[in-house]
């Protein structure tokens, strides 16, 4: 086809894909777009993104490539459409209906109808109570609960004691933390649906929730609520029940309340480590606006060890190597204590058996599963892009 026929081309992308804000990989700026309909997802470069999100059906390849070049100071060529094209054909991402024709192709996308069932229906129910402001008010209520747990940690473990070894308090403990984590996922359920995203799966029983689509939301608060909603029911769950147990009479309901307040705290501060799979490290992901951030950090210590050898290594914006270099810290800090709680309990244990050789065999243990986890094979990243070049099929 010669340069003007293929210029004159009004190619629009399927209307049911959605795109990801801009988010950090390491050292690069990627967006996600997914086709919602197979349920597989890309990711691309920013400049990319600049073309797609131009291929509305409206614009002509000439229009578009005019926009490029006054953003980027580069004209593209007739291959670069041609290979461009031919992947999104490929990937069938554009619309086969003529520019202008009813209908659409699309599922119901996170502005479309409001959802049902009982989800949509809580949803509804308690939109009040989901809107940033006030989710952020009961966020600092529960981190002023657990603040005050904190300060009273020494009585409530005097009082709790009697209650571990009381086979009736254990099974009311346990019945109790089941309804705090079945209501945990409940909440990342609930705000998903509120804010636009999918809910694929929710087992209460199982405790199992699956959401689609919050990489893809417009706003990080709302991913961030996503996120943070299981902790936050969690509080709100230590509040009400411990507030219900100490109004209660009897020494039975004071051990009961001062052992489920310790289990409730322990059960919403666990879920608050920012270490993968925790909502904490979600939490901080979101914040940050960082793919893959544990790895990702891991990649950045690599770096800057091949840096010390003078090895070549991708350069990291300012910003993006702070956040990075604070998480590794992070992760060898936290790496560091488990270890040293293993080694130190393990040792213990064999001390009456080993004697002063007692830390030795943990230590060896520790050593090796590090190392072992260290030198597993990575799953290989895309080379860094230019466009045209192919999109890269993400799993996310």
């Known amino acids: 086809m010669s340069g003007s026929g293929l210029l004159a081309k009004r190619p629009r992308l399927r209307e049911d894909l959605i ?3 801009p988010l950090r990989r390491g050292p690069d700026t990627v967006y996600l777009i997914k086709d919602r309909l197979s349920g597989r997802a890309f990711e691309i470069a920013p400049k990319e993104q600049f073309l797609l999100r131009r291929l509305d059906g409206a614009r002509s390849l000439a229009d578009v490539g005019a926009e490029y070049a006054a953003e980027y100071g580069r004209r593209l060529g007739d291959e670069h459409w041609t290979r461009l094209l031919w992947l999104l054909h490929e990937r069938d991402l554009l619309s086969t209906q003529p520019t202008g024709a009813a209908g659409n192709d699309s599922e119901p996308t996170p502005d479309g109808p409001a959802p049902l069932g009982v989800l949509g229906w809580w949803a509804h129910r308690l939109r009040w109570l989901l809107r940033p402001a006030v989710f952020a008010l009961l966020a600092v209520l529960v981190a002023a609960l657990l603040a005050v747990v904190g300060l009273r940690l020494g ?3 005097q009082a709790a004691r009697p209650a571990f070894t009381d086979p009736v308090a254990l099974l009311a403990l346990t019945l109790l933390a089941w309804f705090g984590a079945a209501l945990h996922e409940f909440a990342h359920a609930l705000v998903a649906v509120h804010v636009g995203a999918t809910v694929n799966r929710i087992n209460l029983i199982t405790l199992t929730c699956k959401i689609e689509d919050y990489l893809y939301l417009p706003r990080r608060s709302h991913q ?6 299981g ?7 230590l509040l009400v029940v411990g507030a219900a147990l100490a ?3 009897g020494a039975f ?3 009961l309340f001062s052992a489920y307040v310790l289990v409730g705290a322990a059960q919403t501060l666990v879920n608050l480590v920012p270490l993968p799979p925790l909502d904490g490290y979600k939490i901080v992901s979101h914040l940050l606006g960082l793919l893959n951030l544990a790895p990702e950090s891991r990649r950045y ?3 800057l060890l091949r840096r010390l050898v003078r090895r070549p290594g991708p350069r ?3 910003r993006t190597a702070v956040h990075l270099g604070l998480f590794a810290a992070w992760w060898l800090l936290a790496v560091a204590a488990v270890a040293t709680v293993v080694i130190g309990v393990g040792g213990a244990l064999l001390r009456p058996v080993l004697g002063a050789l007692s830390y030795v065999p943990p230590a060896a243990i520790v050593g090796l599963t590090i190392a072992g986890w260290l030198a597993r094979p990575r799953r290989d990243r895309p080379a860094d892009r230019t466009p045209p070049q192919p999109l890269h099929q993400d799993n996310q």
């Open 231 to 237: 902790a936050v029911a969690n509080g709100l769950v």
């Open 155 to 157: 009585p409530l473990w």
């Open 316 to 318: 990291y914006p300012r």
């Open 247 to 249: 109004a209660l009479p």
């Open 301 to 303: 210590l690599t770096t």
């Open 19 to 21: 795109f990801s804000r």
């Open 224 to 229: 961030v609520m996503i996120a943070a909603a």
């Open 253 to 255: 309901a004071d051990r």
